[in-house]
Structure formats: C-alpha cells, structure tokens
C-alpha cells in the first residue's frame, strides 16, 4: 500500500493566504523527505475553510523544494476553467514537473462555487459541462490532425497552423498525466466514469462501509467500456493522526485542529448539504449524535501506531483492497511538531504493519 496526502487544503478562516499557503508546502516538502508518494491538493472558489482557488500554483512552488514526491491538483473544477486554456496550463506544468504530475478532475460540489460561476448545479450542468470539458482536454492532447468542436458550452478548434504559429503544446507524459476523479455520495457517477475512462478513482468518505459501495460504481463504469479496473489504483483518504499513545492521539487530534475543524466547519457543511451520513458507522444511528467526538470514535484512524496500523487493516478488508492511502491534512502551523511526528510515525511504524498484515489477507 503506497501512502499520500490529501490536502483540501483546510485553514481555519483567519489564517492568511499567504501563511496557509506556507504550511502547506512545509507539509509537502517534509512529506517529501519521509518518502510519500504523493500530494494532492485542491481548488475551492467560495469556501473560507478551504481557501486556495489555484492549486497549480501551489504545486509550481512545491516542484522547486521537493524531489520526487508524485504532486496533482485534486482537483481542477472542470465547468470552471475554459477547456483549451486548462489543456496548455496542465502539459505546461507536466513539463515543469518531469513526469512527476498527477491531474485530478472534478465537477464541483459546493452550490455557492457553482453559483457564483452562474452554473446551474441544482440540475447537474456541473457533470455535463465536466464531461464536455475532459473531452475536449482529451482530444487536444490525443489528437494530432485539426479539428473544429463545437459543443453546448465551449467550442474548441485545433488549428491547422503554418511553421511559424500553430497547436504546438503537449504534456509531457504522453499521452497525459494520469487523471485521478474523486468521488463521495453512493452510486457516484464520477467514479463510474473513473472506472469507464481507466481513470484513477479516488473516495472520499467518512465510514468504512459507506466507501466499500464505490468500488460498485468503478466496476458499473468499467463494464460500458470493458475495462478491467485494478484495486491498485483506488485511492481512500481517511483522517489519521498517530501518536505514542491512543490517548496522546486523541488530545492531538480531537482536542486540536482536526477537532476544530470538524466542529466549525466540516460537519456543518455536510448538514447543511443533507449529507451527515456519510459519517454514520450505523444507519440507524441520529444525525443529533454526529460530532466530532463520534467521528473521532468510529471514523478517524487515531492512535497508537498498531492501533492505526490495526484501523487501516480493517478498512483494507471491509472494501475488498485498495492501493493508496491519502492522509487528509490540516493546519496545525501553531503545533507543528505533534503533526510532523503522526506524520513521520505513520510512514515509519504504521505503514510496516499495515503492508506486513495485508501480505497476509486473502481479498
């Protein structure tokens, strides 16, 4: 099992841009000397808890400090960008990296992002206008001869060109980075294009079986193009803080900036999306009873390292295997050093058990 982070990124609302921005390269860079393999980071418009709205920016920064830590935005909110214009930032940036970029895609999930690009979410334009936009990504850089597109939102022409002005950017991993899509409500439909495009999927969620459902939805969208999807690329991010003891875990975690941000920010949004369940470890359980000490309890992989090691076993084994575990990160600028040790211990003692038992399972 590989090991990455996810950073949404997640800042408490009065830390600067620029501070915010400072961390979260420290994080990717000493995740970088640990050996992770990859960063991921995303791009919100309107969310004062996730404030970067460029994570190309951020990832052009890190190449400079890193070595060979695997970095995408997770991700471009494809209705939000001009599809050619997208196209020549991403293979620009592949370039930079030298292989080392990842490209996430998303359609958005937040109604005031969407709202503020005046794109009607409500009714799913979002989705539509994601698959409109990839297609012509896709096709800029796949196909070689002109063409002309013309479709219900952008229209796209690759120009026939003379030597001395033509169509003329590619990435540099032919014929693409690998493209990562994320997913979180049962039956996703972005996991299902995922799965039907040979697509990296990539879950978000807060209960092991909640997340074991969309393997289904990878397997749906592989079948409509008779693809085979490998286990070996299913990313899960979970909230993991590790510490010498359970108990010094849950004071780092619940009683710090996990905690806080669980109860300012995230588990509000969720209500207010009519979406709580997702941290449900039973469906019969109130959504009155989600808190953060609940999620703390039955979602989050805190502890001692064989405890966490134990944790991530189990979610290996209620969803039938995976290939990556991203870590979500969070601000703990004011603390670094017990976030820095999770980090470290996650790598250095739970990650060897973890591989050491899943030898052993029979999925």
């Given at each position: 099992?590989?090991?990455?982070?996810?950073?949404?990124?997640?800042?408490?609302?009065?830390?600067?841009?620029?501070?915010?921005?400072?961390?979260?390269?420290?994080?990717?860079?000493?995740?970088?000397?640990?050996?992770?393999?990859?960063?991921?980071?995303?791009?919100?418009?309107?969310?004062?808890?996730?404030?970067?709205?460029?994570?190309?920016?951020?990832?052009?920064?890190?190449?400079?400090?890193?070595?060979?830590?695997?970095?995408?935005?997770?991700?471009?909110?494809?209705?939000?960008?001009?599809?050619?214009?997208?196209?020549?930032?991403?293979?620009?940036?592949?370039?930079?990296?030298?292989?080392?970029?990842?490209?996430?895609?998303?359609?958005?999930?937040?109604?005031?992002?969407?709202?503020?690009?005046?794109?009607?979410?409500?009714?799913?334009?979002?989705?539509?206008?994601?698959?409109?936009?990839?297609?012509?990504?896709?096709?800029?850089?796949?196909?070689?001869?002109?063409?002309?597109?013309?479709?219900?939102?952008?229209?796209?022409?690759?120009?026939?060109g003379n030597p001395?002005?033509?169509?003329?950017?590619?990435?540099?991993?032919?014929?693409h980075p690998p493209?990562?899509?994320?997913?979180?409500?049962?039956?996703?439909?972005?996991?299902?294009?995922?799965?039907?495009?040979?697509?990296?999927?990539?879950?978000?969620?807060?209960?092991?079986?909640?997340?074991?459902?969309?393997?289904?939805?990878?397997?749906?969208?592989?079948?409509?193009?008779?693809?085979?999807?490998?286990?070996?690329?299913?990313?899960?991010?979970?909230?993991?803080?590790?510490?010498?003891?359970?108990?010094?875990?849950?004071?780092?975690?619940?009683?710090?900036?996990?905690?806080?941000?669980?109860?300012?920010?995230?588990?509000?949004?969720?209500?207010?999306?009519?979406a709580v369940s997702?941290?449900?470890?039973?469906?019969?359980?109130?959504?009155?009873?989600?808190?953060?000490?609940?999620?703390?309890?039955?979602?989050?992989?805190?502890?001692?390292?064989?405890?966490?090691?134990?944790?991530?076993?189990?979610?290996?084994?209620?969803?039938?295997?995976?290939?990556?575990?991203?870590?979500?990160?969070?601000?703990?600028?004011?603390?670094?050093?017990?976030?820095?040790?999770?980090?470290?211990?996650?790598?250095?003692?739970?990650?060897?058990?973890?591989?050491?038992?899943?030898?052993?399972?029979?999925?």
């Amino acid at each position: 099992m590989e090991l990455g982070l996810f950073l949404m990124p997640s800042h408490p609302p009065e830390r600067s841009l620029y501070d915010a921005t400072q961390w979260d390269l420290e994080m990717i860079q000493y995740a970088d000397t640990l050996g992770y393999q990859e960063a991921w980071i995303g791009e919100h418009f309107t969310a004062p808890w996730e404030p970067i709205p460029a994570p190309d920016l951020m990832i052009a920064q890190a190449l400079t400090s890193t070595k060979q830590i695997r970095l995408a935005p997770g991700a471009h909110l494809l209705p939000y960008h001009h599809p050619v214009e997208l196209a020549h930032r991403v293979a620009y940036l592949d370039h930079l990296s030298q292989g080392r970029l990842m490209l996430g895609v998303g359609a958005g999930g937040l109604l005031t992002d969407s709202e503020t690009f005046g794109v009607d979410a409500a009714n799913g334009e979002n989705r539509t206008m994601m698959a409109e936009a990839l297609e012509i990504m896709l096709k800029l850089w796949n196909e070689k001869e002109p063409f002309q597109f013309e479709g219900a939102y952008w229209k796209a022409n690759k120009i026939e060109g003379n030597p001395y002005a033509s169509y003329h950017i590619y990435p540099y991993q032919q014929p693409h980075p690998p493209i990562g899509v994320t997913g979180l409500s049962p039956g996703s439909e972005t996991l299902k294009t995922a799965g039907e495009k040979g697509f990296i999927p990539m879950s978000l969620g807060a209960n092991n079986e909640y997340i074991a459902g969309h393997w289904k939805s990878v397997e749906e969208g592989a079948k409509r193009s008779g693809k085979t999807p490998s286990r070996s690329d299913w990313r899960i991010t979970r909230d993991v803080f590790v510490a010498d003891t359970d108990e010094e875990a849950i004071e780092g975690s619940l009683n710090s900036m996990m905690g806080r941000q669980h109860r300012e920010y995230w588990i509000p949004l969720f209500q207010s999306l009519r979406a709580v369940s997702v941290f449900k470890h039973e469906e019969s359980v109130d959504e009155s009873q989600i808190t953060p000490e609940y999620v703390a309890k039955h979602n989050w992989f805190v502890g001692s390292p064989e405890t966490v090691a134990n944790k991530i076993v189990n979610l290996y084994e209620t969803v039938g295997g995976f290939g990556a575990l991203l870590v979500t990160g969070y601000d703990y600028s004011e603390t670094p050093d017990i976030w820095k040790k999770s980090m470290r211990l996650l790598q250095e003692e739970v990650m060897p058990r973890v591989n050491y038992k899943i030898a052993k399972v029979k999925i």
